[in-house]
């Protein structure tokens, strides 16, 4: 079955780029991005390597006309077989899908300038649309797409809201698009934050009417809240709904303080599009990236229409289309159970549709952990109609019997148990998660923020020195900008009056009253850029001391073995992180080259909402891919941990290490000389519990599925799984 339009694929040697013909207009492609591979035959000066390039680009353009979906019937079949209730196309990587997204943009442009008409785009923020915006960008300033033709709409602007504040949605949309476009500034609308309250209604019912004039919106550019929100619409919102001021949900606001630098300065209100507004448009792309999305996304696909859920009201529009990456759609039934809904042995025939191929030992590890906790029975107590009831019986043609496959998964399952996580010296080996020998190893423990480690490993990580292991913490930022500021005075004032118990001499008195009166200045947006950088060391010194505390209480005493690289990338201020550089490498690289390690624990925990886990993982990886031929490293396992924000599901674990009831309160301990981060903190994500709660319950929670699937009961588990150099 072909997948996208034939189209020839050509290269231009002389010039090192390939084209294609499209609707009667040339497309330029100078190079190919995927989360693994960057094709960019433009910068290659070797001719013949430039060739060799410019064949890969070529292929690799052929292989996205393959698999891209062009248009919503092609999806019909997997939507009606997995029983979806918005279409939905789903790609490998974000930059993969936002080039997908750009594209439709594009072509919705290009379709009326051909036919001589204005292009009505609604446009949305947030940090989903700035790789679409970026490759929209790319579109003009390489390929020639104007925006002449069209008129914007946005769909909320925050209220009250100066144009020119930075945290403005108008400065987001000129920093990331208009700026860098040709479309007339006339031709932009975004709901006016500056708007007086008293001429709040007129505003917004000009915009609405200003959009029907034009005859709707011809595409509406969508991302979604974590509560399922749309624009501003939050959950309650009615289908009928208009441009109008709205409350913001709480949720939403933790999800926007990081930006604002704290909670307490997210505005409280907004002028948002309306449902109607929204489900008016004649075409609607909604894009999500990133498991935080996976649970809401499963919501608005599979649950019926309900404006708890705002995003499940597109299910009534007939043309929206949801672009996702694989980990935005990994919670749909697709992924979860896809045997439920079609015969996995057959590959589908649209790449994507599910991961889960073929009856494997994984799979089928990941299907009876699924059973089992969907019948509440034991592993041990499925039988043969269990299995065949529910698309498993495939199984059989691999295992004789519902009987042998439950003592196989629950063996597998019973092997990730170990209280050993160095591994058990002198003992047989050969089924246990970690390796025996040497029997004292050297640990590296990688931990994003100051408090990671003890919050996600806390056990095992007491575990490891209990058991005599050379252990080594790595705090790879500062966690500085997690301190609140009134904690800060509160250090001073507390430091005052040992001081005055202690010494006769004043100049600490004077400095602590300096910087007390540098936090006011900054509360004010007064301070000068050094100051404010001195008030950061400060509190980068106060996480140091509580990372210091914590692993005393743990038993590891020597300062030498704490290691805080302060990688670069996190910049001070509360800006978005963008991405880490070589220098960020290089601290992680070096450390892991001096200390040689036989195993290292990394947080693998992706959901943390600023990115900060994500770029400290991605620094782990590209350190230890560029040391792989070493011998050290091949030998070295790498463990990843989660549980700050998330915990790995029970089949993803593959070493299980539980925590006693002592081990537990003594972890709480340990997190709790995270001082600054107790009673709140800064950055919580859209959970309100503290961390040392969160992680207590998760673990509890993991130990229970243990329990569930018919294991040993344990008061808490700390699960990790392995991450593999191959693959
Ligand atoms: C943006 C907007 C919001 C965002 C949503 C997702 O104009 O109205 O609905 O689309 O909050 O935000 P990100 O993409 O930052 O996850």
New binding site residues.
């Given amino acids: 079955m072909r997948q996208g339009p034939e189209v020839k694929i050509n290269f231009n040697k002389k010039r090192s780029f390939c084209y294609y013909n499209l609707n009667g207009r040339r497309f330029k492609v100078y190079n190919w991005k995927s989360s693994t591979t960057c094709i960019e035959p433009n910068k290659e000066p070797n001719l013949v390597k430039r060739k060799e390039d410019l064949i890969k680009l070529k292929k690799a353009i052929e292989k996205d006309f393959r698999k891209t979906p062009f248009n919503i019937e092609k999806n019909l079949y997997d939507q009606s077989l997995f029983n979806e209730r918005i279409p939905i196309s789903i790609f490998e990587h974000p930059i993969e899908g936002s080039i997908y997204a750009a594209k439709i943009i594009a072509d919705t442009i290009i379709n009326k300038q051909h036919l001589g008409e204005n292009c009505i785009l609604g446009l ?6 700035i790789t679409i915006y970026s490759e929209l960008v790319r579109l003009h300033q390489e390929e020639n797409l104007s925006f002449k033709n069209v008129i914007t709409f ?3 602007e925050y209220w009250p809201m100066n144009k020119n504040s930075k945290y403005s ?1 108008h400065k987001f949309m000129f920093d990331n698009l208009f700026n860098h476009i040709d479309i007339d500034p006339k031709n932009i609308n975004i709901p006016n934050g500056d708007v007086s309250s008293k001429n709040i209604e007129k505003h917004c019912i000009k915009f609405e009417n200003q959009i029907k004039k034009l005859g709707g919106l011809d595409l509406q550019l ?4 974590r509560n399922g ?4 619409n939050e959950p309650g919102t009615l289908k009928s709904s208009i441009t109008r001021k709205v409350r913001i949900e709480y949720t ?1 606001r933790f999800d926007a303080s990081e930006e604002f630098g704290g909670i307490d300065n997210v505005p409280n209100e907004a002028i ?1 599009m309306g449902t109607k507004t929204i489900l008016d448009a004649k075409r609607i792309i909604l894009v999500a990236w990133g498991s935080s999305k996976s649970k809401i996304i499963k919501k608005a696909i599979e649950e019926k229409e309900n404006d708890i859920i705002p995003a499940s009201l597109l299910q009534s529009h007939n043309n929206t289309l949801f672009i996702l990456d694989k980990d935005s759609a990994s919670n749909l039934e697709r992924f979860m159970c896809p045997w439920l809904y079609t015969d996995i042995n057959k590959p589908p025939f649209k790449p994507l549709s599910t991961t889960i191929i073929g009856w494997n030992k994984e799979n089928i590890k990941k299907a009876v952990i699924w059973l089992s906790l969907k019948k509440k029975k034991p592993i041990l107590l499925l039988t043969d109609e269990d299995y065949n009831e529910n698309g498993m019986g495939g199984i059989f043609e691999h295992y004789k019997s519902s009987y042998e496959t439950n003592i196989e998964v629950f063996n597998l399952l019973q092997h990730t148990i170990t209280g050993w996580p160095g591994g058990k010296p002198n003992a047989d080996d050969s089924s246990r998660p970690e390796r025996s020998s040497p029997p004292k190893k050297r640990v590296i423990i990688f931990s994003p923020h100051p408090d990671d480690d003890v919050i996600s490993m806390g056990g095992t990580f007491d575990r490891l020195i209990q058991q005599g292991h050379d252990v080594h913490v790595a705090y790879q930022t500062s966690g500085n900008t997690a301190v609140w500021d009134e904690y800060l005075i509160e250090i001073f004032e507390q430091n005052d009056e040992i001081y005055k118990a202690i010494s006769k001499d004043s100049s600490f008195l004077k400095l602590s009253n300096k910087y007390i009166k540098q936090i006011k200045e900054y509360t004010e947006q007064k301070i000068d850029k050094k100051g404010f950088a001195t008030l950061n060391e400060i509190k980068g010194a106060i996480r140091r001391s509580e990372a210091y505390q914590a692993c005393k209480l743990l038993g590891l005493k020597d300062k030498e073995k704490i290691h805080f690289l302060d990688m670069p990338f996190y910049q001070k201020g509360g800006k978005k992180r963008k991405d880490i550089s070589k220098k960020d490498v290089d601290k992680v690289k070096n450390l892991i080259q001096k200390i040689k390690p036989h195993q290292i624990f990394a947080a693998g925990d992706l959901n943390d909402p600023h990115g900060t886990h994500r770029l400290c993982l991605r620094s782990i990886y590209q350190s230890i891919r560029s040391l792989k031929n070493l011998k050290f490293i091949k030998n070295c396992s790498i463990w990843l941990y989660k549980g700050a924000w998330n915990e790995w599901k029970v089949n993803d674990i593959e070493m299980a290490v539980p925590l006693s009831p002592d081990q537990i309160i003594k972890k709480r301990k340990a997190i709790f000389k995270h001082k600054s981060q107790k009673d709140g903190a800064v950055f919580p994500g859209n959970d309100p519990r503290e961390f040392w709660q969160r992680a207590e319950e998760r673990s509890a929670k993991t130990a229970n599925k243990y329990s569930e699937l018919g294991l040993a009961k344990y008061a808490a588990i700390e699960g990790f799984k392995r991450y593999r150099l191959d693959v």
């Fill in positions: 949305a923020t947030g940090s989903s649309p946005n769909l909320d949605y969508l991302g979604i809240g929100h749309i624009g501003f939403t948002s």
